[in-house]
């Protein structure tokens, strides 16, 4: 029984991880962000996920490139591993490929990749990009994926997609691991996706029921294909010394909510989520509350006291989670808390079920 790993999201954008109003101790600056990456790695976080966005529309007025960011934390850390996000359409792939090839060898080995296949509109047509249809975004991300690691492993490359065009194309130097590829999605056009090119799949906050049935289809899925691969699962932490206490300040964000930004946000994804023919995509059943994490973190239930928000990822854990993603209200002190107080617990929980041959 391998560890549960945990990875922090990178607030590389202002406004924090929630669409509200209550002052938020957390900045999204470098210099803020170095601090974080550096208590992260030293408290026991494994991965950082760095954003990738490009247009306001959530009141994230500014935002920090992922991968440019990537390289410099990289150069202040020593081992948390760096997930860039990114966007097909606006990235090429053989270039993207070149940055992360450069980045892996910045950080010895330290980058990774998160394929995100695209929900607002604006973010492409603003930069003069074609909006495509649902389950053409995901084409092209798969696309986009196989000239990576095609790029990433082969001598030369040469693709004839219906997006992308490669011709002997050669990359050096190779990046010193093959950077594990990560990507997200609910619909019937991600899972499939993931079952044939990712490494990771990332999940929104959702329930035990809810995960537990996107990780046994994506699995089956990826069975098809004679493939493995890992589950991740996106929470915000609330971890306070009484339930109470944790359950308080959750009212209070959602109470002092941005309402006009949360629903400007609703009609972004609202495409996302309700696209698709069977009408399960990201989004398709969250509530206004549950926009106010805008990766429905709240869901997944990451509420309460340390020993409480512990015993939740274990339950995480049980039904296939191999990555818990978190965010938090005050990165100044819940990032170093949370590592402080709640991996420790989910440590001694491994073991004790590892002692009593429990295999999860």
Do not use: C
């Amino acid at each position: 029984m391998s560890d549960i790993k945990f990875a922090y999201w990178v607030p590389n954008v202002s406004g924090g991880l929630v669409i509200s109003r209550l002052p938020q101790q957390t900045d999204w600056t470098f210099e803020a962000n170095k601090r974080y990456a550096q208590t992260a790695e030293a408290v026991g976080f494994e991965y950082a996920l760095l954003q990738t966005r490009f247009i306001a529309n959530y009141g994230a007025e500014n935002q920090l490139e992922a991968a440019t960011l990537a390289a410099s934390l990289a150069s202040v850390t020593s081992r948390i591993k760096l997930i860039s996000a990114v966007l097909p359409g606006l990235w090429h792939p053989g270039v993207y490929a070149k940055m992360i090839a450069t980045l892996d060898h910045i950080s010895r080995g330290r980058a990774a990749v998160n394929v995100v296949s695209g929900w607002f509109k604006g973010e492409f047509t603003g930069y003069g990009e074609p909006w495509l249809e649902h389950d053409e975004r995901y084409r092209r991300s798969e696309e986009f994926i196989r000239v990576l690691r095609s790029m990433w492993t082969e001598e030369e490359t040469t693709f004839k997609g219906d997006f992308y065009r490669i011709n002997s194309a050669p990359l050096k130097p190779k990046p010193i691991h093959t950077p594990p590829i990560f990507q997200g999605g609910n619909s019937k056009a991600a899972r499939r996706m993931a079952a044939r090119v990712s490494d990771w799949y990332f999940m929104n906050g959702n329930t035990l029921d809810g995960l537990k049935e996107q990780i046994e289809d994506v699995r089956s899925l990826a069975e098809v294909e004679e493939r493995t691969l890992n589950f991740a699962v996106n929470g915000f932490a609330i971890v306070r010394p009484t339930e109470s206490e944790a359950v308080q300040t959750l009212r209070e964000i959602v109470s002092h909510r941005d309402e006009e930004a949360v629903r400007g946000f609703s009609e972004s994804v609202k495409e996302a989520g309700q696209s698709t023919k069977e009408r399960d995509g990201m989004w398709a059943n969250s509530s206004l509350e549950d926009l106010v994490q805008y990766n429905d973190g709240f869901k997944t239930g990451l509420i309460g006291t340390p020993e409480q928000v512990a015993d939740r990822i274990i339950e995480l854990k049980k039904i296939g989670v191999d990555l818990v993603l978190v965010g938090f209200l005050h990165y100044e002190t819940d990032l170093e808390a949370f590592g402080e107080d709640v991996i420790p617990l989910v440590r001694e929980k491994e073991q004790a079920l590892r002692d009593r041959g429990v295999v999860v």
